[in-house]
């Protein structure tokens, strides 16, 4: 069985769908299962400017690029090719008898609608990968709304195409049941990976970090999106009333702006807010300088609103804050307290909740050595319950029992059918 997990990402730097792909794909190669990375249409963001090769292996993922370039509404053949070219390639290795299964991560229906088709009429297995409750997003416009259909095609058509069905939480398996039976349903949350944490060194700049930030103390770090799901307003409403108390204290930000909220805005709320010389906007760092700001911090916050969006997903960003071992505030939203428990491992506050939020962040750092040994819990369990190498093997259990499920039913099938005929045939030899 060889499983290629098909997603456009940047790659191989990138934000956490980049993470997300490769753990799961270097996850299953160390459980012994060959796996590879395929991107029908995305960009190298390495170190160099332009990939040489359209195939290699980065971090011990081997990958492949159909496409290196994403092509816009404006050039219809370009788009088309990109949508074609990823099926033929798996249609030919089909033909030549290669045992493929995919994972096709979380995308929209059409793009990847060649590649549906070729593993419906030629018998790929196909398991969806879904992290996020897509067509629950806000929309304005045409181009908008055609990105709502797409998602909701991608929900409600998907299933027929798909043997099974991969989602990141409880309330995304709940919502995808209504169109797929909830056995073929498999939960497999956010990933971390201890190697990734503990083998680089790290640069002297950021031992000085705290240096930078001039005589502010505490530091609070968030990284991440700046979306309104993300509830970065009620964070800075948070955080001016801890800055009243504590007006030495330090908000370090770093990740970029969604569309819905440009970095411009936000920035002019900080000065509205008065918290001008307390925040700190660092822009969007790359994966490895982000875990370096977010070790050097005091606190981590990931305060995720109770929006429909936000409570099916889960925030990758909370695997990477556990892994630091410095005491995270969260927000009770979606799967997180399925797995950590407030004061035990986290610290948990309402959502949308500004004064629980301050309240939380109080908390920490009132008794900050009982805090730090919350962390500690937070970093044992986050090893327990996300291990990279855990989850992406259950992954292929759950495919292997599915795919022998559809054996043993065709088996069966056939059977009834090869009774049918005996049945028919006596029927007819009694009239004779």
Same mark, same amino acid.
């Given at each position: ?11 191989? =730097? ?181 190697? =990734? ?105 990931? !305060? ?32 997180? =307290? ?23 962040? !109080? ?70």
């Amino acid at each position: 069985m060889n499983i290629i997990v098909v997603a456009d990402v940047s790659f191989p =730097e990138g934000m956490a769908s980049t993470a997300h792909v490769l753990l799961m794909v270097k996850g299953m190669r160390g459980n012994g299962v060959s796996s590879a990375l395929m991107i029908p249409a995305g960009e190298y963001t390495g170190a160099a400017n332009e990939l040489k090769s359209k195939k290699g292996r980065c971090r011990g993922v081997p990958f492949l690029f159909i496409n290196q370039k994403r092509a816009s509404i404006n050039n219809l053949f370009a788009l088309l090719l990109q949508i074609i070219s990823p099926a033929i390639f798996l249609l030919k290795r089909k033909i030549r008898k290669r045992n493929d299964v995919i994972i096709a991560y979380d995308h929209g229906f059409i793009k990847y609608s060649a590649i549906y088709t070729v593993c419906r009429l030629f018998g790929i297995p196909l398991f969806p990968w879904h992290v996020e409750k897509r067509s629950s997003e806000e929309f304005t416009g045409i181009k908008g709304f055609c990105r709502h259909m797409d998602f909701w095609l991608s929900e409600r058509l998907l299933p027929k195409f798909a043997k099974g069905i991969i989602v990141i939480s409880n309330p995304l398996k709940i919502y995808h049941s209504k169109f797929i039976s909830e056995d073929k349903i498999f939960i497999s949350p956010i990933l971390v990976d201890t190697d =990734e944490w503990h083998r680089h060194s790290i640069p002297e700049q950021f031992y000085r970090l705290n240096s930078f930030f001039g005589n502010h103390h505490p530091v609070i770090g968030y990284s991440g999106s700046f979306a309104r799901k993300d509830g970065f307003t009620y964070i800075l409403k948070a955080f001016q009333k801890f800055v009243a108390l504590n007006p030495r204290a330090a908000l370090v930000a770093a990740g970029k702006a969604d569309k819905s909220v440009s970095m411009q805005n936000i920035l002019q709320l900080v000065d509205n807010m008065g918290l001008k010389d307390n925040f700190f906007y660092l822009g969007l760092l790359s994966r490895r300088e982000m875990k370096y700001v977010n070790h050097a911090a005091d606190l981590l916050l990931v !305060c995720r609103t109770k929006s429909e969006f936000a409570k099916h997903g889960f925030p990758w960003k909370l695997g990477e804050y556990l892994m630091t071992k410095n005491p995270v505030v969260g927000t009770r939203v979606g799967d997180i =307290e399925t797995y950590l428990s407030d004061g035990e491992e986290i610290y948990l506050a309402e959502p949308e909740n500004a004064q629980s939020i301050c309240d939380k962040i !109080c908390e920490v750092f009132a008794q900050y050595e009982n805090a730090r040994i919350t962390a500690e819990n937070g970093y044992k369990k986050a090893l327990k319950v996300f291990d990279y190498r855990d989850r992406t093997k259950a992954v292929i259990h759950f495919i292997k029992y599915i795919l022998e499920q559809a054996v043993m039913a065709a088996k069966a099938q056939k059977v009834e059918l090869k009774e049918a005929e005996r049945a028919g045939k006596r029927s007819k030899n009694c009239r004779i």
